[in-house]
């Protein structure tokens, strides 16, 4: 969704999104409640967002028997741990047990090309409309960020209609769709980011004879490296994390359902197979974890530069 | 896992990755070679046609036709004018559908970004505010299936057997009785919502706390100076110094809160008077093939994002007049 980049501070300017501004004034004056309560509080609502989580890690050690006899505090008191779960709901033989090691191939097939080509499309769009000259670019713009407020429910009985009757393969199904609604917020983003480069820049490459291929090429896209890597993140936690979208285009089966289609299925006709719902969830959450904590500031700098999809 | 089911997939993979080649190979090669006359048209035109053709073949026509299919019948071959939505508000159970998105659309975005901007101010400035604030930002990665799993376990309840859920094991704890969360309507759909606050509140801590990074700090120790306790700075100078920050995450989301689907879809399938228009939408669309009615839902969640995103929209310029 579209989020005012000017009333926001610039992403530059946040050496370190996530941590306390070290400036010497700020630091002097203490803007925060002060006091026991305060930290309290603080630790209260930290305790209350890490909890549930923390409670299915452990449980998805713990022996299906413990799982279903006492609750997963219980397990400091009794530590007994396997890794039984996880061997079970990542290849189990039968296919009541999740056979999430297939499902998760299937999201990594969808997202790495549902990632890297709304980027490269972006930024060529991006380029042009920030450093191309031609008629009616502001309106080609605003056309593009307006598109950002159409929910994709919007499009999705149409798409299938087509993908149905022209027999687009499963797979370019999933990655044409998340390409398609990828683009008015990346061409956005990356917008901001390029109509900021020095205008200096490009016109020293004209001079010297560049042409635009080179000058995208050569001067730009070294430039725009972190704006790239922000949109890549966002994109790849969407599409990883989506559920909709998967269980619209793809077939729903082994061959080709995303993890989050698998453990969706397996909440709504296993729900009471915890041992299963646990590991499986945790499976499904560590691959955008790692990215996330290993990118988190590339993350928060695309999330203040003024943009999150919806 | 029958690893030679693998295979095939990974060629798949590598034909899509051939395909970004390709089309970045393409795309470089048209700008290089286009021809010397009207060069810089043919060039932006190049860099341009990928994007503008998917968005046009990908969303704006079939945006266009599903605003024409919700005036259609169920199998999109008659014109039934506003039948569609007739119906929509006068079948009960859709009335709930309606209902139960509205409560989300109110609290979700107003619980969230209060706990966000309450957490904001509580760690601001505090030694473990970096550690802090990554811990309620987590969530923001887990895909909203992984989350709607997590609180289902939490919410877990069992009759007459020793809680496993760590909700009711606290009420327990509190000489309560043990409740069924997830199905007890309409109470139902308040626990559902705790789960996207429960996403959501990271956002919110963390552009709102960029914000009040950037109140200038003058402006803070005047209020100092003037004797300002913790409850009026808080309330006379934080908040309307962030007021445009505020006004970005409540709306960004409200957004994300009315198309809410999956949370939903995990936790309770739409069952139990918890279903929200998105839902029901898929559920219209393709599972009962009435392509009318999911049509004039997505044609409504659209209609619904408007009047928010007028309102942001209302509120940059009123700040550019000022």
Not at chain 2, 76 to 104: H, S, Y
Request: charged content about 15%.
């Amino acid at each position: 969704m579209t989020t005012n980049a000017a009333m926001l501070p610039t992403a530059e300017r946040l050496a370190d999104p996530m941590g306390p501004d070290n400036d010497n004034m700020g630091s002097r004056v203490r803007r925060g409640l002060s006091g026991r309560g305060a930290s309290v509080a603080a630790i209260l609502i930290a305790i209350v967002w890490t909890l549930p989580t923390f409670g299915l890690f452990v449980t998805s050690f713990r022996p299906v028997k413990d799982i279903n006899s006492s609750g997963w505090w219980t397990f400091f008191a009794h530590p007994n741990l396997t890794f039984q779960n996880y061997t079970d709901v990542l290849f189990g033989a039968s296919t009541s047990s999740g056979r999430l090691a297939s499902y998760a191939v299937n999201s990594l097939v969808i997202t790495i090309p549902a990632v890297i080509l709304p980027v490269a499309i972006a930024s060529f769009a991006a380029y042009a409309l920030a450093w191309g000259h031609f008629k009616g670019r502001d309106w080609v713009y605003i056309g593009i960020f307006a598109l950002q407020i159409v929910p994709l429910q919007m499009a999705l009985i149409p798409l299938l209609q087509v993908f149905t009757s022209t027999h687009t393969p499963v797979f370019m199904r999933v990655w044409l769709a998340h390409t398609c609604f990828a683009l008015p917020v990346g061409v956005f983003l990356l917008h901001n980011f390029m109509s900021e480069l020095p205008r200096e820049v490009f016109e020293a490459a004209r001079v010297d004879g560049a042409g635009h291929a080179q000058i995208f090429r050569k001067i730009v896209l070294p430039l725009i490296v972190p704006a790239l890597a922000s949109l890549a993140i966002f994109q790849f936690l969407w599409v990883w994390n989506d559920l909709l979208v998967a269980l619209v285009f793809s077939d729903g089966t082994e061959k080709s359902a995303p993890i989050t289609q698998r453990l969706a299925g397996l909440a709504g006709t296993r729900g009471n197979d915890w041992q299963r719902l646990t590991s499986g969830a945790f499976v499904s959450i560590v691959v955008p974890l790692i990215v996330f904590l290993g990118l988190q500031r590339y993350f928060v700098r695309g999330l203040l530069a003024g943009s999150v999809k919806g | 896992m029958n690893f030679a089911d693998q295979v095939p997939k990974l060629g798949t993979l590598l034909i899509g990755i051939a395909i970004f080649f390709a089309v970045v190979a393409l795309v470089l090669l048209l700008v290089d070679r286009a021809p010397k006359r009207n060069r810089e048209r043919w060039q932006i035109g190049f860099l341009l046609a990928p994007a503008v053709l998917l968005l046009l073949i990908g969303l704006v026509i079939p945006a266009i036709r599903t605003t024409i299919l919700s005036f259609m019948n169920n199998d999109g071959t008659k014109f039934v004018g506003f039948d569609n939505f007739k119906w929509m508000f006068t079948t009960p159970d859709i009335r709930v559908v309606l209902r139960n998105t509205a409560m989300w659309v109110i609290l979700g975005p107003l619980v969230a970004t209060s706990v966000g901007l309450v957490y904001a101010v509580l760690v601001d400035k505090t030694k473990f505010e970096k550690l802090a604030k990554s811990l309620i930002f987590l969530p923001m990665a887990i895909s909203f299936v992984g989350a709607g799993i997590i609180w289902k376990f939490v919410y877990a309840g069992r009759v007459g057997k020793n809680e496993i859920g760590l909700l009711n094991q606290l009420v327990i704890a509190a000489h309560g009785t043990p409740w069924a969360w997830t199905v007890r309507a309409p109470w139902n759909t308040l626990f559902l919502i705790v789960v996207m606050v429960w996403i959501q509140a990271g956002f919110a801590t963390v552009v709102l706390s960029a914000a009040i990074k950037g109140i200038p700090a003058d402006t803070v120790e005047a209020a100092r100076i003037d004797g300002a306790n913790s409850w009026q700075m808080f309330w006379q100078i934080t908040v309307p110094s962030i007021r445009p920050a505020l006004v970005v995450v409540v709306v960004t989301i409200s957004i994300a809160t009315l198309k809410v689907f999956d949370i939903v879809r995990a936790m309770t399938g739409g069952n139990f008077d918890t279903s929200v228009v998105a839902n029901e939408m898929y559920n219209q669309s393709f599972r009962y093939n009435e392509s009318g009615h999911g049509a004039a839902l997505a044609l409504l969640l659209f209609l619904l994002v408007l009047p928010i995103v007028f309102y942001q929209v209302r509120a940059i310029r009123q700040r550019r007049e000022i």
